[in-house]
């Protein structure tokens, strides 16, 4: 079944670490995106790729950066710039023309210890 | 970055009741969405929405593109307790890159 996978579910980073999240998706989607959300909050955009090997940062890009050398693969690191990093973290991708709505994976939730 | 009103922000109802929520922004858009969180999941697609006036069912959901292009409705019928979760809207202009996200109405049915 086509879908989009992320792991690991629940990781924990010591402050002053970098960690990275994966992000799998075997749909042939050409765009994916990470998203940042916090309890009562809504979904904000951390970066996006359209493409391989090209991608643009969101709204809340600080304290994060991303690479896209596959097209099913959008790893994000966290590193230690971010000054809050404990979230819960949404992958998903689309069509290039994202029309259709996005396909998120499960998350995953990061916190510091 | 821009975010939409959703409102309510919750909802404590009880088992068989209706429930409706709306999302309203500044900016007109071409397609809405509407999808569903569960506790430690990611959103789930709901209904999507493309023309003005649309009136779109699932189930027992029942959304609707707003006439102004500037608004979504969600409505859900005889709520039963799987439907418990957040509720968000998204909004999304032709042409561009990515989707605005409403701020999301948490929905809690008492049996």
């Known amino acids: 079944d086509g879908g989009i996978t992320q792991s690991p579910k629940y990781l924990f980073r010591k402050e002053g670490q970098n960690v990275t999240l994966s992000c799998e998706q075997n749909?042939?989607?050409?765009?994916m995106y990470w998203y940042r959300q916090d309890p009562g909050q809504g979904l904000r955009l951390i970066y996006y790729?359209?493409?391989?090997?090209?991608?643009q940062k969101g709204d809340i890009a600080e304290g994060y950066s991303v690479s896209r050398e596959k097209k099913e693969s959008f790893p994000l690191t966290v590193t230690s710039a971010q000054k809050n990093p404990t979230a819960f973290y949404l992958c998903?991708?689309?069509?290039?023309?994202?029309?259709?709505?996005?396909?998120f994976g499960s998350g995953t939730r990061l916190t510091v210890v | 970055g821009q975010q939409l009103n959703q409102s309510p922000q919750s909802m404590f109802i009880q088992e068989g009741e209706d429930v409706s929520m709306n999302c309203t922004s500044s900016?007109?858009?071409?397609?809405w969405l509407w999808y569903k969180q569960e506790p430690g999941e990611g959103p789930v697609l709901l209904i999507a929405?493309?023309?003005?006036?649309e009136l779109t069912s699932n189930g027992r959901l029942t959304a609707q593109f707003g006439i102004t292009r500037k608004d979504s409705f969600l409505n859900i019928s005889a709520s039963i307790p799987s439907d418990v979760g957040i509720y968000f809207c998204?909004?999304?202009?032709?042409?561009?890159?990515?989707?605005?996200f409403g701020t999301g109405t948490r929905l809690k049915v008492l049996a």
């Open positions: 998903a991708s689309s069509l290039r023309d994202p029309n259709y709505g996005y396909t």
């Open positions: 749909l042939n989607h050409d765009a």
């Open positions: 790729s359209q493409i391989v090997n090209d991608f």
């Open positions: 900016s007109i858009f071409n397609t």
């Open positions: 929405l493309y023309k003005a006036g």
């Open positions: 998204a909004g999304h202009t032709s042409g561009t890159y990515k989707y605005i």
